[in-house]
């Protein structure tokens, strides 16, 4: 019967807090760093751990920098590289985005006579256009309900909305609902009301507080913008793959570690947008993703890339890497990369020409070896 291999629990102190890890007693730094990335959102590239006044070098063991059990550990996080930009997020004691206006809203409230309020949702059925952003909102009101089948566009960003309800089925003509900077949590919308909405084209829920999203969210089939970023996701469903029509991903901004493969069945996909996150590695499946032209990975922990990210993604002309371990003398050995730099030369060629003509410097999309942190 084999033996387990000996542990050590090491107590890493990080903003205000101590951390046990326990860890392989024959470890190295790198080892444990990888350990405490989800504990911390930190990378490990960004991430410093100091013992008894000494740095811990990634290579060595644990033991050899007389690092043992109950050893305390000080980790220091480098600027840039915590969470990438940080998700933004409300908290329960700060103000809404809306607070600053908020004012004189009873004041104008009161102002109001009831035929402003008919003629108001007279006008949304007008024009198809519910303009209810920046608010200072709790809830959707009643009202907007009744309009049904004539709205084309919901816009309630910038307010304190806590959840979209099952009536959102009677916009069955819906074809934006835009809830930027609210307070919809994961229970917060019913999603079986709002995939029957399948007119959708675009969904923008970015700064909120969501933590996933459902498998039922590849039953809007006919969506073609998401717009997901600063949450706090992990992951993206299986189902994403469903979005066949879907051209623009915005999930900046959030804690996914990784990807799943089937977002490579998403045929039409144009602008993807990750920045910021825990992303370790790519499906490879991205290759499937042959009408991408723009993809922005900035602050991320990868290293490396599809391997035919630059072979079979043959209209991708923009690349974002700064912040990652991808450096430009990586990129220029993945297979591909001549035809991909001759198509990105060729669409900024005007800009090209300035920056160069002025400074001599081209910003290849990475870092250099010697900008590494």
Known sequence: METSPPTITVHVKFAGRTIPVEVPASASTAELKLLLQPLTNVLPRGQKLICKGKVLADAASLSSMQVGNGSKVMLVASQGLHQGDGPITKTSNGPAPSAKRTSNVKENEAQKPEIIIKSRQERWKITGVIALSDSSLKAVPEEVWDCGSSIRVLDACNNSIEAIPEKIVA???????????????????????????????????????????????????FLRELRIA?????????EIGLLKQLEILIANNNRLTTLPSSIGDCESLLEVELSSNLLAELPEAFGNLQNLKTLHLRNNGLSSLPSTLFKKCWRLTTLDLHGTGITNDILRQVEGWEEFDERRRQKHQKQLDFRVGSSGFFDEGADDDNRRA
């Open 171 to 221: 916009l069955n003509s819906l074809n934006k609902l835009l809830l930027t900077a609210n307070d919809i949590s994961d229970g917060g919308i019913c999603w079986e009301g709002l995939s029957c909405v399948q007119t959708l084209t675009v969904l923008s829920l970015s700064q909120n507080r969501l933590v996933t999203l459902p498998p039922s969210l590849g039953s809007l089939t």
């Open 230 to 238: 600063n949450n706090m996701l992990g992951n993206l469903p299986v």
